[in-house]
């Protein structure tokens, strides 16, 4: 089974790396990373290099499709070799879905006019306008469709569980959280905008900048 | 302030880019892959190429060092080159900490003789090996020694958190939490060896294979 995630300048990188650290777990899961060029790309602030091993036309059939955010998705909403390819990919994978603000780039390629999906959370007007319906769930299905969305960065590990459960059964996903010791214990309880107090979102205004 | 994750070969993705994907978030902090060698370093499967953009040796004070794990730590445990710099950067470093079985490093480096430790779940004997003394919790933390390990994989995003605590305020922390949309909302709760059923440590053993 070949799964394919493809990298871009400024990819955020949990975002890739949380599905990947669960899907290689897969037997005979051959994971790549793609990209427009066969090499290095860097992420969102220029520290980690990851190597893409392919290119986007040399992996045409990816059987499950995983597509990472970042601020480099913003730049990529009209790129026509990336959308092509992901729409090309998504007639024949089993899934393809998306983590964080790559869900802006399945809504550019047109694979979620009219559906319900998720992104980050600084990023729902602009999925809104790429014409999805955001719903604030932390992944979101759509199996007959074969499309799953995620929430921001850290949800892709939930949804590649998940995933792994779709492709193989529950037991399977189980032991795949137990390789990775998924059993979270954050320190403090403010992960979503919900549950974040006033003066966090200003902080986290803040980090951003 | 400069962050140090070191990377050797076989290492295990998500130990590395949990910390960075919270850690890079510090304002000012500078995060740098380092390794024996400058250039691409491939994960425990292969599948997965990142890049060092330094040398131990052109790196010998960070502030903070995170070494993570992987089955390529076994092959680490006399390697005087890393198992020295691991030493001699403790010595000035605000925080020295380990993701899995990088707490094996630490411990060969000399730096938990005695001392109460974590690790992967796999690894528990290998760890008590090396002196230190294994307890079964997600997160262990030596403030006066400053010296912080967690357990296996996906726990070193639940310690950087805390270590944006240490470094800078709680506030912070939330504020990271919340850029990472961190609410784990896993599909199952097998995370740990006490809560997975006999079939799925079953599974486990064999998805390991």
Not at 71 to 79: N, Q
Not at 165 to 173: W, Y
């Amino acid at each position: 089974m070949q799964v394919a995630i493809p990298l871009f300048p400024r990819f955020t990188a949990l975002d890739a790396i949380g599905p990947y650290e669960v899907l290689q777990r897969i037997p005979d899961a051959e994971v790549v990373f793609v990209g427009h060029r066969r090499g290095e790309v860097r992420s969102d602030n220029g520290m980690l290099g990851i190597i893409c091993d392919a290119r986007f036309d040399e992996l045409p059939r990816p059987d499950l499709l995983v597509v990472p955010g970042g601020i480099g998705t913003r730049a990529l909403l009209g790129d026509t070799e990336l959308l092509d390819w992901v729409r090309e990919a998504h007639v024949h994978t089993r899934f393809t879905t998306s983590v964080c603000t790559g869900s802006l780039l399945l809504a550019a390629a047109g694979l979620l006019d009219g559906l319900t999906a998720t992104t980050h959370w600084s990023a729902v007007e602009l999925l809104e306008h790429l014409g999805a319906r955001y719903v604030d769930q932390r992944v979101v299905e759509h199996l007959p469709r074969r499309i799953v969305t995620s929430a921001g960065v850290s949800s892709g590990i939930d949804m590649a569980l998940r995933l792994v459960e779709l492709l193989l059964d529950a037991e399977s996903a189980c032991a795949v959280q137990l390789l990775i010791e998924y059993d979270p214990q954050p320190p403090f309880d403010c992960g979503s905008r919900a549950k974040a107090a006033e003066a966090v979102l200003q902080r986290a205004a803040q980090l951003r900048r």
